[in-house]
């Protein structure tokens, strides 16, 4: 990617376009190099401007979200991280709720709870956006984004703006097959209606639940790994007599073995490296396979055992 694709981009777009950003500064990890551009379009239009630019110079890219899901490398990201912050628009109507996939997720969370509108409040305290909620199928506690879901907008590769009803998304366990290679940009949802009081109870249990099974205190990007089947990953790691285990500045947290946790100044390769470990333990010990749940960014070439 040459220099002027930083000036191109700021002619074409409306929105923000910014060059050499820190990517610690925006995942949950605080760990990560620099993305060499960061593009914010202003709208829909923009985007498939900036999708066309991208695809016609094959350069590469990434949607970064809230980064609560994502680890990125040390030497950081060689193309363009684009940030759909400005796709943040709400309306409600009974209990139809039509909302832009750059909402901060617990917001939107807080605000359905404060109409009255029940179905969200067991994903109280996720971190991240509600596009990457809907793109990894974010879950807790028995819910999932896609439950109340009616349907998605996204941006294809090839620039074709489209509306999937939920069905067609093949939504499953912290999946959305339909989806993951596209920009989703908001999603409309129907919510039965709730009693407030009782669903903002239901948000502290959950809240406080939260509190007290994770290492909250430290920088984390929540379970580095799905869940196998009929397993937890944290207790096959735990068994595998990896909790607490150290390398450089992360560690896997010595309170949920199923989440690395950042010391203070850890590197991508610190965490990988456990993660590396992790894998090898519990497929030497019980023959599990893990399947990482976080996302790696900028580890072209890198192989994960
Ligand atoms: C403390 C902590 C607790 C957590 N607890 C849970 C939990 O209980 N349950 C759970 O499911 N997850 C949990 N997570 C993980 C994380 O919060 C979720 O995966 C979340 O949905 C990620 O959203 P994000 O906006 O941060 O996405 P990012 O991390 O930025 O991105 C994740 C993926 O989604 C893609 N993406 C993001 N936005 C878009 C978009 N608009 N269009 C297309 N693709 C997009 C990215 O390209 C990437 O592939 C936790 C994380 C932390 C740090």
């Not at 999708?51 to 016609?56: C, D, G, M």
């Not at 832009?100 to 969370?109: K, Q, R, S, Y």
């Not at 199928?137 to 999937?164: M, P, T, W, Y």
């Not at 203070?264 to 519990?282: F, N, P």
């Amino acid at each position: 990617m040459d220099a002027g694709t930083q000036e191109e981009l700021g002619r074409l777009l409306r929105g923000e376009v910014s060059a050499g950003v820190p990517l610690r500064e925006r995942t949950t990890y605080r760990i990560g190099g620099e993305a060499r551009l960061l593009a914010c379009p202003a709208d829909l239009e923009d985007l498939r401007r900036l999708n066309a630019y991208l695809v016609e110079r094959n350069l590469p890219s990434f949607v970064l979200g809230g980064g609560a899901n994502l680890l990125v490398s040390d030497r950081g990201f060689s193309g363009v991280a684009v940030h759909l912050g400005r796709f943040n628009r709400l309306s409600l109507q009974q209990g139809s709720v039509r909302a832009g996939a750059g909402l901060v997720l617990d917001e939107f969370i807080k605000t359905c709870l404060r109409r009255g509108l029940a179905g969200l409040e067991c994903l109280s305290g996720i971190p991240g956006s509600l596009g990457g909620a809907l793109r990894m199928n974010a879950g807790a506690f028995g819910a999932e984004i896609s439950d109340h879901l009616v349907e998605v907008e996204c941006l294809d590769g090839q620039g074709r703006f489209k509306v999937l009803k939920k069905d067609e998304v093949k939504f499953s366990y912290r999946e959305a097959l339909r989806i993951r290679e596209t920009y989703i940009t908001g999603a409309t949802f129907r919510f039965p209606p709730g009693c407030k009081e009782s669903l903002f109870l239901i948000r502290e249990d959950i809240l406080a639940r939260r509190r007290q099974r994770q290492p909250w205190q430290y920088a984390t990007a929540g379970s580095v790994f799905k869940r196998p089947p009929g397993h937890y990953a944290g207790k096959l790691i735990e068994d595998a007599g990896l909790k607490g285990k150290v390398l450089g500045r992360a560690q896997i947290s010595p309170k949920h073995a199923g989440i690395v946790i950042n010391l203070g100044g850890a590197r991508a390769s610190d965490v990988l490296g456990l993660i590396r470990l992790a894998r090898e333990e519990v497929f030497r010990r019980y023959g599990v396979e893990l399947e990482l749940e976080q996302e790696l960014i900028g580890f072209e070439g890198v192989e994960l055992d």
